[in-house]
């Protein structure tokens, strides 16, 4: 079994090949959620691989998610973007789930921009709006940095004070305000999933201080802290939780929220991208 640093320098290898990835560039990377894809496609010069392709990749099975790793510009700025994203409830452990983003920070990316589609703890929030993630409760019992460490990825036990990087948080809030856009601010918790949550499950998230929840992200944001990268977190409200609201949750719905929103998203996301590829100095990548 090759270790997660030989994974993600052959990811690395290949994705610079196949994407042509220029020498020393140190781009943003974006993991788009669920309905959330679309800005992958509104890049320029794109250029993608499928998950596929990718050493260390498992495949996206999620309708909704299509699997890619897109490179391409926003406004000049070179972006990499994963459009679709692996959750442990498909059955993966934290560990493959978080793998992707330990790609980006192989790559060299300078900051890891993370979105979702999530659902309202916070009875004051409704669906439609858009929230910066300040920090999370990880509730699935489970890390992706289990096993023994690897030092090349960063230290055995890994801070995560700072995991949202205020400099980022100042950048997607001025990038909210320049596009007119009021953004929510709050604490995500992940739960494993697939199952919604039960009413008695909320009101316990709501009373440990969570804002949003959903069934990602957290492993993505582990790695990515580890490896020293920055992280930005969006969460796209898409319904109220269970027992906030009053019927009953599906994807469906999620999904539809969330496409809905899409125009809304990509607004703030195509405003933030210059500000945190300049809020942030660049990184090398994994060698
Ligand atoms: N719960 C968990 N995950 C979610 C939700 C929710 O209400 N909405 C979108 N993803």
Sequence with gaps: MPSWTELALACARVAREGLRLPEGESALAVVLGSGLGGFADSLEEARALPFAELPGFPRATVPGHRGRLVYGKVAQIPVLALQGRI???????????????????????????????????????????????????NFTGRNPLTGANEDRLGPRFPDLTHAYDARLARALEEAAR????????????????????????????????????????????????????????????????AGISQHPLTHQEVVEVARAMEGKFLDLLRAFVPRAFAAVPPRQGLR
């Design 87 to 137: 959750h442990a409830y498909e059955g993966h452990d934290a560990a493959t789930v978080a793998f992707p983003a330990r790609a980006l920070g192989a790559l060299g990316a300078r900051a890891l921009v993370v979105t979702n589609a999530a659902g309202a703890c916070n009875p004051s929030f409704a669906p439609g709006d858009l929230m910066r993630i300040t920090d999370h409760i």
């Design 178 to 241: 320049s596009v007119g856009q009021a953004l929510r601010a709050g604490v995500y918790i992940q739960m494993n999933g697939p199952s919604y949550e039960t009413p008695a499950e909320i009101r316990m998230a709501r009373s440990f201080g969570a804002d949003a929840v959903g069934m990602s992200t957290v492993p993505e944001v582990i790695v990515a802290a580890q490896m020293g990268v920055p992280v930005a977190g969006i969460s796209c409200i898409t319904n109220l939780a």
